[in-house]
């Protein structure tokens, strides 16, 4: 028995409605799904839940959805927020790729004085955050932004939210497990630094920032992306969904 093709799809979903699919989206159910009229397909939209839907009408490159019933109710993924620096392209897909599977709520990037001054394709890193919810039966999506600078974003840290700093230094820091073990929090931000890591300017600010938990990932200096898995691996651990 054939697995029902899952789609993000960015509208509302009720029983009943029509749903003309991108070309993009129709290309991926026919020509590499294989699928054909009168078979299921999975939506959701971040919002209402899942729905089932069948396939009503291929035509040439238009495909149509009707959707039926839903089958789970929406739910959401635990308060955890993710901000990085921009890096290397491929490595930052794979960090907005990961995060999406690993739960992350937001996605924050953050420019530092090291980080390399270079565009982000926010188009691009929501499209593979979709399609990494698609694939991981995730239910919503995590918000990406731009957040300006650290010095900023920082200021603006709520009271109320834990800061889990990873810093590379290795100075007056605390293994990340036993720090997360010992400081219940529903509300956490992950912050990694850039491939040239935080000045001490930035450590120090960062550490006196309210809620701040300053903490190493272990003996050897990770990148960025390794750091990112290793992390939110820990958090959802101790106070995720996991």
């Known amino acids: ?12 979903l009720h029983s009943g409605q029509d749903i003309p699919l991108a070309l993009e989206a129709a290309h991926y159910l026919t020509k590499v799904m294989r699928r054909r009229v009168g078979e299921n397909v999975r939506l959701f939209n971040g919002k209402d839940g899942e729905w089932q839907s069948k396939i009503a009408q291929i035509e040439r490159r238009q495909v149509v959805l009707g959707v039926e019933n839903q089958l789970l109710q929406q739910i959401y993924c635990p ?21 999406t599977e690993l739960g992350v709520r937001n996605m924050q990037i953050i420019n530092t004085e090291y980080t390399s001054q270079k565009p982000v394709r926010l188009e691009r890193l929501q499209t593979i955050s979709i399609e990494a919810a698609e694939q991981t039966e995730r239910m919503d999506l995590p918000s990406i932004v731009q957040a300006g600078d650290l010095k900023d974003w920082l200021l603006e840290f709520p009271t109320d939210r834990t800061l889990v700093f990873c810093d590379e230094s290795g100075t007056d820091t605390v293994p990340i497990l036993p720090a997360l073990q010992n400081h219940k929090s529903k509300s956490i931000s992950i912050l990694i630094g850039p491939e040239g890591g935080f000045s001490k300017q930035e450590r120090d600010l960062i550490a006196q920032t309210s809620g701040a938990l300053v903490v190493s990932l272990g003996p050897r200096i990770l990148r960025s992306d390794t750091a990112v898995v290793a992390a939110l691996s820990m958090v959802q651990a101790v106070h995720g969904d996991w």
Do not use: G, H
Request: proline residues 12%; glycine residues 0%.
């Open 79 to 99: 308060d955890v927020e993710l901000a990085f620096a921009p890096i290397k392209r491929s490595r930052q897909e794979f960090i907005v790729e990961k995060a």
């Open 1 to 12: 028995m054939k697995v029902p093709p899952r789609l993000y799809i960015d509208q509302p």
